[in-house]
C-alpha cells in the first residue's frame, strides 16, 4: 500500500457538450411519428467537446489542464513540466504512471523522463493494458455529474468550467478510496487472468 500511496496517476479523456449514449425510445400514437414533437435531432459524435488532461495521487489532488485540439509531445512536455511531482514528492520517491499514447512516448518526452529520475520514477505501463488506470473512474464520475446539472452545457465554455468545478471540488475522500482498492483491483485481474472483473 506505501507503494501505491506514492503514484501519480495521469490520463486525458474527451468531454462533449452533448452526451451521445445511442438509441432514444419514445412512444408515439399511429400516424405522430413524423411529427417535430416526437422526433429529436442528432448532433454528430456529441458536438463540440474538450479535452482534459489530470493527475492525482493518495497525497493530493493534482492539475487538470485543457488540451487544445488533440495532445501532441510538445503539449505534453509543457503539462508534465509542472513542478506537482517535486511538491507532492518532494523526497524524490514518487512514481508517474502515464499509458502508452503516442504522445507520451514521443523521444522528446522520454528524454524529459531521464532527465528527471532523480525526482520520481516512471512506472512501467504494459503496451496493451486494461482499464486499470484509477482515474478512469474520475472521468466517470465526472461525466455523470455533468450530465446531471442543468440547463445542459450550452457551449464550450460553461462545459470547461463546470468540468473545472467539478475537479477541483473533488473529495480527498474519493481519490484515496479508489488508491485503496488498487490491491483488490490487481488480484482480482490476476485472477481472471487478464480477464474483466468487476472493477
Known amino acids: ?78 503539462i508534465i513540466a509542472d513542478p506537482y511531482m517535486a511538491f507532492v514528492f518532494p523526497t524524490g520517491n514518487g512514481i508517474f504512471q502515464q499509458d502508452n499514447a503516442p504522445c507520451h512516448k514521443a523521444r522528446i518526452v522520454l528524454e524529459w523522463f531521464e532527465e528527471h529520475t532523480y525526482e520520481f520514477h516512471l512506472m512501467s505501463w504494459p503496451p496493451n493494458s486494461p482499464d486499470l488506470n484509477p482515474i ?9 455529474q455533468l450530465r446531471t446539472q442543468t440547463p445542459p452545457c450550452p457551449n464550450i465554455s460553461t462545459l470547461r468550467d463546470r468540468c473545472l468545478d467539478i475537479w477541483y471540488n473533488l473529495s480527498p475522500v474519493i481519490y484515496q478510496k479508489l488508491v485503496a482498492f488498487l490491491p483488490r483491483r490487481v488480484a482480482a485481474f490476476l485472477k481472471a487472468k487478464g480477464g474483466a472483473t468487476r472493477y
Open 1 to 78: 500500500m506505501d507503494e501505491w500511496q506514492r503514484v501519480a496517476w495521469s490520463d486525458e479523456s474527451r468531454f462533449h457538450i452533448h452526451h451521445v449514449d445511442g438509441r432514444v425510445s419514445v412512444r408515439r400514437l399511429p400516424g405522430k411519428r413524423l411529427l417535430p414533437s416526437c422526433t429529436a435531432g442528432h448532433t454528430q459524435a456529441g458536438g463540440s467537446g474538450i479535452m482534459l488532461w489530470g493527475t492525482f495521487s493518495w497525497v493530493a489532488l493534482g492539475p487538470v489542464v485543457v488540451v487544445d485540439q488533440t495532445m501532441k509531445a510538445a503539449n505534453y512536455l509543457n
Open 136 to 144: 478512469e473512474h474520475i472521468w466517470d464520475d465526472m461525466e455523470r
